[in-house]
């Protein structure tokens, strides 16, 4: 029972790293096909379009919280 408590929580304190799952996207773009990973091309696009906005949106933001 304690390891799925610990497992919901640790999920909640996790921080997802946009940068390196962009960089994965076009690894697996070149590695193989890309329908093997249960995303189209088009889907796996659009990930990558909604990963690059959240991080300058983040990177904004922290710039703003420095001023």
């Known amino acids: 029972m304690a390891d799925l408590v610990f497992d919901n ?11 390196m799952l ?13 329908e093997l ?3 189209n091309e088009a ?3 659009k990930l990558a379009r909604n990963l690059i906005l959240m991080a300058s949106s983040r990177s904004a933001m922290s710039q703003l919280k420095r001023t």
């Open 37 to 39: 990973t249960g995303y």
């Open 9 to 19: 929580r640790f999920a909640e304190l996790a921080e997802i790293d946009n940068a």
């Open 43 to 45: 889907e796996l696009e």
């Open 22 to 34: 962009i960089d994965l996207a076009k690894e697996i773009r070149n590695a193989f096909d890309v």
